[in-house]
């Protein structure tokens, strides 16, 4: 309630700003001509100069002349104390005093109501900050993490917690960096090496690059048994075309693998799908592993630069992923968003630009 | 609470803009001094609702509400204080906000100056000034509103850029928008006069002081500019031909021209329609600036087809106020009085040779500046114009207007001898030659061209500076009668004399920049880098850790000759929120000479990437601007007489110099 007396009070005390100069007609009226005035002072101001020895008598003399010509053009062009006063000007004063006292709290009101969030006043201050709690919690936790590894960036124990939640937020470049950080202050255990892995393999959009081999096979020294870093070597061997040593790598993993592995369905589906390529003449085989999973990290990828933003980089991978999905209207629409969220980046929408012509999605120009 | 009633006085200022607008046109038309009074009350309410808004966005930085959308795309909670309040014009939202409180400061002036304006060009300035506010105001509401909210409140903020994390950030952009807004003064009252069709050699006089203020403000935002854009950005550079400074170069030039005109009106009474043809363009130059900028077609035609509300609500404002007041110059300048004519040599005639030169420069810049972007727009090809292009076109225009600046200064008004200035100037030429001469013997390298810039600049100052002398000092008078004489010289004298020798001193400083060395390496600790007579050993490189960034600071030691100078430090840092590396330069003063230092990519092997440069004398380029400005305001604080007649003031308070302070 408060604020809208307050509201009002602002209002109140415009009104008067435009009313006031209106109530001092009289006052106004009985001033000497402010246009005639200006020229009288300057008059008396070269005769001062002249008493005083500043100024030669005949230059005092011509200069006097001239500002007495200005004031008898400004003399004579009007009469103002006839035009402060009657029917006419009492006239044109309640005309404006009537624009004050209607258009001033109308085009507020109206403007303040259009653009305003009027509908913030009434409710108590803090009780729209505590909606979407579990979303905001993530997000807090996230950004509290952050800001304690920013004064104690060795403490590998919040690396190793953030890590994965980077990668569920599809901020896939700092959970590589927050899986090198944990890797350097904890030491290198199998299991944090395979997930580092299979970070490196989602940022190159799902390629088991060199890189990341050597990580999985780091890993599986340390323990043979990772599943994660079998499975990826696996693939690995796929993608190098070696597709007979990877589908018997793929059996034996399934040989092995308890009754109740939730991945093993997993498998079995890789194995089919080798069987089925296998007949075929292209082996188009790069982007289908796995595609669930990078159909799931392209929707986190999405979503996240959606709500919050992301650098450059982010965004054109979006945008390959898109392609490289087949979604070609989607990455249409990524790169159109893109371009709004980084117009004030003159960089990145140079990086914009160049993925979207390297992609050739074009189209979106003016 | 404090956010939505801060957006509220935004909306209540644009009523009460309207009022501004309205009321004393009719006032002025009717002749009513009622309802033109009505003018400076509201624009002094207008400031007051406007003030209050820039509070409110500020209180909203400073406690870090995340509930409005702004506040959260350009702040951080661990931001240093002083970024908490820069950021609030170091985006574009914040920035149009600031903008308009400057446009209503100088409207708040002019409401205040009452008495040395006559009342109806005062209703006609404010209405117009309200004009303008209205539609800025319009912008700012309709389509880059700072006060947005964001329901739920984000957690923390994404931070400001970190290039913008600066204190060259906290002045800069006021200087400039100081500068851009108070040319809109000298348009307000150039249309006012076009309105009244009444104008003469009092106009002159009260847009005088405006205009100098305005251009003071102006040229130290672009030194300071330029300055930040040097040691920010780290490539040694000072100025860019960017189309952002070129931006802020046109107005610049075209004020220049114009403070220079108005001179010739309240002197000589004439070039008066010229005069207010400069008055509509500088402003219009100014508010292409800011549509260049703020709308994004600089960064790429897409962005600005990308967000087409706000280009397009800019160039309607451009379209509006530049169209409207050129067709009202057309309509109305047939009917003001012709001043006289005069001679081609004299002062005034050397007057309107500067503003042919300047008028020129400054539509190269324009057309190097906006003809990449018709074309891209035409065709989509991407060209960039860059230093190659106004070396050709700039540099042929001005290096004339400076070689004439001492004779025009020397030559008296309505009848000039010119074989006499030319006397009074063969001392200053002979120094200069000679100052050529020593150039050469002492350098070795660097264009041919640079020696007689020296050359040039050495002619300037002491052209400039010879005004003084030949005013004060003759043969065979004592010292003591000459320096009486000298400081009894009017003030504005004396600011055109300085103002002058700093248009000298860059002319040096730029010279100078012929015999910048720049070298680069890679360093271990204990190794070394030279350039010109320095020679740097890096000490060590310390990691460090603060409230919003890591850096990386590399210590080294200067030597020069194998002396010690002393130590300097440069940083490469790394904002966390934004991830977003910066580099930090480090420059070590020597008098004029800096040796500045950037660090590139750390090696594998563990070695530090570092660019040095010697830069010899380059200090004089901003120094010379910050005494072009000096020169300006010593000139704002004389009291001229209101008519032209030769006289000297004694101290009483000038009386339309307001904006100074």
């Known amino acids: 309630m408060m604020i809208w007396v307050i509201l009002m009070v602002m209002t109140a005390a415009a009104v008067m700003a435009v009313l006031w100069p209106l109530s001092r007609s009289a006052a106004v009226a009985r ?72 258009v001033l709290p109308i085009v507020a009101l109206a403007v ?65 960096k ?27 959009d799902g390629i088991v690059t060199a890189d990341a081999q050597a990580v999985f096979q780091e890993a599986l020294s340390l323990d043979a048994s990772s599943v994660k870093a079998r499975l ?39 194995i089919a799908r080798i069987d089925g390529n296998q007949g075929g003449s292209a082996p188009a085989m790069r982007e289908q592993p796995n595609a669930e999973a990078i159909v799931g990290m392209v929707q986190g990828l999405a979503s996240r630069l959606e709500a919050q933003g992301g650098s450059p980089e982010e965004w054109a991978r979006l945008m390959r992923s898109y392609v490289v999905l087949g979604q070609r209207d989607k990455a249409v629409a990524a790169t159109k968003r893109a371009r709004e969220a980084l117009a004030q980046d003159a960089a990145g929408l140079r990086t914009i630009d160049a993925m979207a012509q390297e992609l050739k999605l074009t189209d979106t120009g003016p | 609470m404090l956010v939505e009633a801060g957006h509220f006085a935004l909306a209540l200022a644009l009523g009460l803009s309207l009022i501004q607008f309205v009321v004393p046109l009719w006032g002025a038309r009717a002749n009513d001094p009622v309802l033109m009074s009505v003018a400076p009350s509201s624009a002094l309410a207008v400031l007051g609702c406007v003030g209050f808004a820039f509070l409110a966005l500020t209180f909203a930085y400073l406690t870090s509400d995340f509930s409005v959308l702004n506040v959260v795309e350009n702040s951080h909670s661990t931001k240093p204080l002083i970024y ?58 309709m389509t880059s509103n700072p006060f947005r909210r964001l329901i739920p409140a984000a957690a923390e903020g994404q931070d400001l850029n970190p290039l913008l994390q600066d204190p060259g950030l906290a002045i800069h952009p006021p200087l400039l928008y100081i500068g851009y807004v108070g040319f809109s003064i000298s348009f307000a009252f150039a249309c006012a006069a076009l309105i009244d069709g009444r104008i003469d050699a009092v106009w002159a006089r009260i847009v005088r002081p405006w205009t100098l203020a305005a251009w003071c403000f102006l040229t130290l935002g672009i030194a300071m500019g330029s300055y930040w854009a040097y040691y920010e950005l780290g490539w040694g550079g000072w100025w860019f031909w960017d189309p952002v400074e070129n931006a802020s170069l046109m107005p610049w030039l075209a004020g220049t021209a114009l403070l220079h005109s108005t001179v010739v009106m309240e002197k000589r009474d004439a070039l008066k329609v010229w005069t207010i043809l400069l008055a509509i363009l500088t402003f219009s130059l100014s508010l292409l600036g800011t549509f260049l900028v703020r709308s994004g077609v600089l960064t790429s035609v897409h962005s600005f087809a990308v967000d087409p509300a706000r280009g397009t609500f800019i160039l309607g404002i451009l379209m509006i106020f530049i169209g409207g007041s050129l067709a009202l110059f057309a309509w109305r300048a047939p009917l003001l009085q012709q001043g006289g004519l005069f001679a081609p040599i004299s002062r005034e005639g050397a007057l309107v040779v500067n503003n042919l030169f300047l008028a020129s420069a400054c539509a190269t810049v324009f057309i190097g500046t906006l003809y990449p972007l018709a074309l891209e727009v035409l065709t989509g090809e991407k060209i960039s114009v860059g230093a190659p292009f106004f070396n050709a076109t700039f540099l042929p225009l001005v290096l004339p207007l400076l070689l004439l ?32 001469l020593i150039t050469l013997a002492l350098t070795r390298g660097g264009p041919v061209l640079a020696p007689f810039g020296i050359g040039l600049g050495v002619y300037l100052v002491l052209g400039s500076l010879n005004e003084i002398v030949t005013r004060s000092w003759s043969r065979g008078k004592p010292l003591s009668v000459a320096w009486a004489k000298a400081t009894g010289l009017p003030r504005s004298t004396w600011g055109t004399v300085i103002a002058h020798a700093g248009v000298g001193l860059v002319v040096l400083g730029i010279s100078a920049t012929a015999w910048d060395v720049e070298s680069l390496g890679t360093l271990k600790p204990g190794e070394r880098i030279g350039a010109g007579p320095y020679e740097l050993r890096l000490e060590r490189i310390v990691p460090r850790q603060e409230a919003n960034y890591r850096e990386d600071a590399a210590l080294f030691r200067v030597f020069r000759n194998g002396q010690e100078l002393g130590t300097v430090e440069s940083m490469k840092r790394l904002y966390v929120t934004r991830g977003m590396p910066t580099t930090e330069a480090g420059i070590l003063t020597s008098g004029l000479t800096q040796i500045y230092v950037s ?41 001229r007489l209101r008519i032209a007649a030769p006289s000297r003031a004694k101290a009483s308070p000038p009386v339309a110099s307001v904006p100074a302070e």
């Open chain 2, 84 to 141: 908490k309040i820069s950021g609030v014009w170091g985006n574009h939202e914040g920035s149009m906000l600031l903008w308009v409180l400057i446009l209503c400061l100088f409207g708040a002036v002019v409401a205040l100056a009452r008495n040395s304006i006559p009342m109806r060009l005062q209703a006609n300035t404010l209405a117009v000034q309200a004009a303008v506010t209205v539609a800025f105001l319009l912008f700012i509401l």
């Open chain 1, 112 to 176: 303040y109501g259009a653009y305003g969030s009027p509908h913030l006043l009434s409710e108590p201050p803090g009780a729209q900050l505590r909606q979407d709690a579990g979303k905001l919690d993530l997000d807090t936790a996230v950004v509290q993490i952050e800001a304690h590894l920013a004064k104690e960036p060795q403490d590998g124990r919040g690396w190793d917690v953030l890590a994965p939640v980077y990668l569920r937020l599809g901020r896939i470049e700092e959970a590589v």
């Open chain 1, 232 to 270: 990826y070597l696996a693939r690995a061997a796929e993608q190098d075309g070696q597709v007979e040593k990877a589908k018997s790598e793929y059996q034996t993993i399934l040989a092995s693998a308890p009754p109740e592995a939730p991945w093993r369905g997993f498998v079995q589906d890789q």
């Open chain 1, 31 to 102: 001033q000497v001509d402010p246009n005639t005035q200006f020229y009288r002072d300057q008059i008396a101001e070269i005769e001062r100069d002249r008493d005083r020895g500043a100024m030669l008598p005949e230059e005092a003399e011509a200069a006097k002349a001239e500002a007495g010509r200005r004031l008898l053009r400004a003399s004579g062009l009007r009469d103002h104390e006839a035009l402060a006063v009657g029917e006419p000007a009492l006239r044109r004063r309640r005309a404006v005093s009537t624009l004050a006292l209607s």
């Open chain 2, 405 to 436: 600046l001492p004779f025009g200064q020397t030559l008296a008004w309505k009848r000039g001898n010119f074989l006499g200035t030319a006397q009074r100037l063969y001392t200053i030429f002979g120094l200069a030659i000679l100052a050529v």
């Open chain 1, 178 to 204: 927050a899986y090198e950080s944990a890797l350097r202050y904890l030491g290198r255990d199998a299991g944090r090496l395979a997930s580092y892995g299979e970070a490196l393999v989602i940022v190159h």
């Open chain 2, 599 to 639: 660090l590139g990519e750390v090696q594998p092997d563990g070695a530090m990437g570092v660019r040095l440069y010697y830069k010899p004398l380059v200090l004089l380029i901003w120094i010379g601007a910050v005494v072009m400005a000096l020169g300006g305001a010593l000139s704002l604080t004389d009291r």
